[in-house]
């Protein structure tokens, strides 16, 4: 079921679902798996050209080179703006790895240490919540169910936390405190209603 909240369509599921990280389990592998790089906004674009001396100390010397070769950003095979990935690797070129299997992003160590500026890319930070802009200027909130994420959504159940509150700092970064407020509202009218069936 879909909502609508402003300009923008909302997945009941984000309302519903569960969903916390579980790291030590995961260890990141979201920034290392896949056939495309983050997607990304335009304005981010200029934001990872303009922070790359915040960040590049962070960086792995493939990624570093990786960016060098390819650009802050590239389009990908779909026609979307997505972060470089490293060649014949699948791995995020702003992603860096410790001696442990630990993967960070080298984009948030350098905004940690300077803070300010592009925190990390916003579909990195609002994940597994996926955002779709429409043709008529709204913009859709879908839940991605990756499996590499089911440790999370497990988690999330067994500490009762709902992905919209996981997600909470991203969606207010995103879309302000009412949207979020708004969001608060409906899962409560969602919950009366599943409790009246």
Not at 29 to 39: F, Q, T
Not at 61 to 84: C, E, F, H, M, N
Not at 148 to 170: H, N, Q, T
Request: include cysteine; hydrophobic fraction near 30%; aromatic fraction near 10%.
């Amino acid at each position: 079921m879909v909502i609508e909240i402003g300009n923008c369509l909302v997945s009941t599921e984000i309302l519903t679902e569960c969903f916390c990280c579980d790291y030590p389990k995961c260890q990141g592998c979201c920034c290392i798996i896949g056939d495309s790089g983050a997607p990304l906004e335009e304005d981010e674009k200029a934001a990872l050209e303009k922070q790359f001396r915040d960040y590049e100390p962070f960086m792995a010397p493939d990624g570093i080179d990786a960016v060098k070769r390819q650009g802050y950003s590239v389009i990908d095979k779909d026609g979307d703006l997505v972060t470089p990935l490293i060649p014949g690797d699948g791995r995020c070129a702003y992603s860096v790895t410790d001696k442990d299997g630990n993967t960070f992003c080298a984009v948030e160590k350098g905004f940690e240490k300077c803070g300010g500026g592009l925190r990390k890319p916003l579909s990195c930070w609002i994940f597994p919540i996926r955002l779709k802009t429409f043709s008529t200027g709204s913009t859709g909130l879908m839940l991605s169910r990756e499996h590499l994420c089911s440790d999370a959504f497990r988690k999330g159940r067994k500490e009762g936390i709902k992905v919209y509150e996981f997600l909470k700092e991203p969606i207010i970064h995103k879309f302000g405190k009412d949207f979020y407020c708004q969001l608060e509202e409906a899962a409560k009218l969602l919950d009366k209603t599943s409790d009246n069936h």
